[in-house]
């Protein structure tokens, strides 16, 4: 009975990592939008042209560094969640 209650934990506790991930696509919408928005800002201020574009560049770059960290992030803990639940079934199949 113990492994019924903790695969139900595991399992809730999958769900809600899927309903962040969800929040996680806004999340990078935000990550893109705000940078960029800034950069073209900033860039324009200091004088255009190839500066913003050089800006614009650099905050593409740097969503993309900050969107593959926050993937990494949920990704490692979405497959020890799955492992943990695949190894809990076994065990249950095992008894």
Do not use: C
Request: proline share 1%; aromatic share 8%.
């Amino acid at each position: 009975m113990d492994n019924d209650k903790k695969l139900k934990q595991l399992q809730t506790q999958r769900e809600q990592w899927i309903t962040r991930i969800f929040w996680l696509g806004l999340e990078i919408a935000l990550i893109f939008a705000i940078p960029a928005a800034l950069g073209a800002w900033i860039g324009t201020r200091l004088g255009g042209g190839d500066l913003r574009t050089g800006i614009l560049v650099g905050t593409f770059i740097l969503s993309w560094v900050i969107v593959i960290h926050r993937y990494n992030q949920m990704s490692k803990k979405m497959k020890t969640l799955d492992s943990e639940i695949a190894q809990l079934k076994r065990d249950e199949e095992e008894e």
